[in-house]
């Protein structure tokens, strides 16, 4: 025999080994409704995860299916709300009743059974109405699954794939007039290099780019026979992103549902290709506005060292002009300084003609001089001296005038 005690009278009570094996088994069929509700979240979780694409279609039809619970609901708890008020009046009657026909000990007795039927009774409504409800969840959940799955099943993978774009460039398009008003965003069109990706981000600032991404979405149905891995794609993600010139290279997949490296935020793959990222849709935006933030930082750096760089070419530039002018400069000093070294040596040369002419000259004075002094010391006298004969001529002469 086993003891139970009852935790709202607190009364014990004596079972034997089948009741005891019964109640066990209630309790175990509880953990087990338990570990199905468990069971039933981590399917839910996962299914959204795996349905991200195709909620914005089925919020609608999910709403009016919610609704239509809750409208259900609230008419059920109505009607039980009502059921346990004339369950309630009915019992208060028959206690009413009972307890003007017995008097003394029995009515005692009697009131004291009628309360426990009354809780009794109550806690089966309760049992009852919370069985009625689990019930209810259960199908509206089984029924949202039988959706998803059917919807699923009449996808093909283009239109998986197709659907994920479109998110994707809805969600963009939703902000671009006023976080992205000078951005270009367009599918990648362009296969001439043999392969393309998907969609192509560019911004500019005064005309200037600044950041670019090239993206690939990747999705697959649950029934793909060949499952996919992010991995895959990134080879040919790299060769895209260098053909089209894109600075950064971002994977938005839905592969991989069960990895958590991927689900837990955006992961960085740099070390195999990069400037490379792998991201979920929820973080397809976030990766935009990070990889912005930081290239405008960058951009300005780069403003920066060019204006510096140009700096250095201005001046590099003068120097090579200063350079040739001194150059050219000294080559022309080179020669004129030769010439002026020439017209020296020039008038050196002719200084010392000029000084032997001088000098010459000077000489020739001087004998000019010494020939005039001889020409004014000539006397007849002197000129006849010692010529008898001359001196006799000029001095019959003299008679003569």
């Known amino acids: 025999m086993k003891e139970l005690r009852c935790p709202q009278c607190k009364h ?91 008097t003394g000990k029995d009515a005692e007795i009697a009131e004291l059974r009628n309360r426990a039927a009354n809780e009794r009774n109550e806690a089966m409504l309760r049992e009852a109405a919370m069985k009625e409800q689990h019930a209810l969840e259960l199908r509206q959940k089984q029924e949202m699954i039988d959706y998803y799955k059917e919807m699923k099943a009449r996808m093909s993978t283009k239109m998986i794939g197709e659907s994920l774009e479109a998110h994707c460039s809805n969600e963009f398009n939703r902000i671009r007039a006023t976080a992205y008003p000078n951005a270009y965003f367009e599918k990648d069109n362009d296969a001439s290099g043999g392969s393309k990706g998907d969609f192509i981000f560019r911004d500019y600032i005064d005309g200037t780019e600044y950041v670019s991404i090239m993206f690939e979405m990747k999705n697959e149905a649950d029934t793909t026979a060949t499952k996919h891995r992010n991995e895959d794609f990134l080879a040919k993600l790299d060769r895209d992103r260098t053909a089209k010139g894109c600075e950064y290279a971002v994977l938005v997949s839905l592969l991989e549902a069960d990895n958590e490296l991927y689900n837990e935020g955006i992961v960085d793959v740099s070390y195999r290709y990069p400037r490379m990222f792998v991201v979920r849709p929820q973080f397809f935006m976030p990766i935009i506005a990070l990889l912005s933030q930081a290239s405008r930082k960058s951009a300005d750096y780069i403003r920066q060292l060019e204006l510096a760089r140009r700096q250095n070419v201005d001046v590099t530039d003068f120097e090579a002009k200063l350079d040739a002018f001194r150059e050219g400069f000294a080559r022309n000093y080179d020669l004129a300084s030769r010439k002026f070294a020439t017209a020296i040596d020039e008038i050196d040369r002719t200084i010392q003609h000029l000084m032997k002419v001088k000098e010459a000259l000077i000489s020739s004075e001087n004998n000019l001089r010494l020939a005039n002094d001889k020409s004014q010391a000539l006397t007849i006298k002197r000129l006849t001296r010692g010529n008898p004969t001359m001196k006799a001529a000029f001095e019959a002469a003299r008679k003569k005038e």
């Open 12 to 102: 014990v009570f004596t079972v034997d080994e089948d009741a005891f094996r019964s109640i066990a088994a209630q309790v175990r069929n509880a953990a087990f409704d338990d570990e199905l509700a468990k069971r039933e979240r981590e399917l839910r979780e996962r299914l959204q995860a795996q349905q991200l694409a195709e909620r914005a279609r089925a919020e609608q039809a999910m709403g009016v299916a919610m609704a239509e619970r809750d409208r259900r609901i609230e008419a059920l708890l109505a009607e039980q709300a009502q059921a346990d008020d004339r369950r309630r009046i009915a019992v208060l009657e028959e206690q009413n009743r009972m307890r003007d026909a017995l």
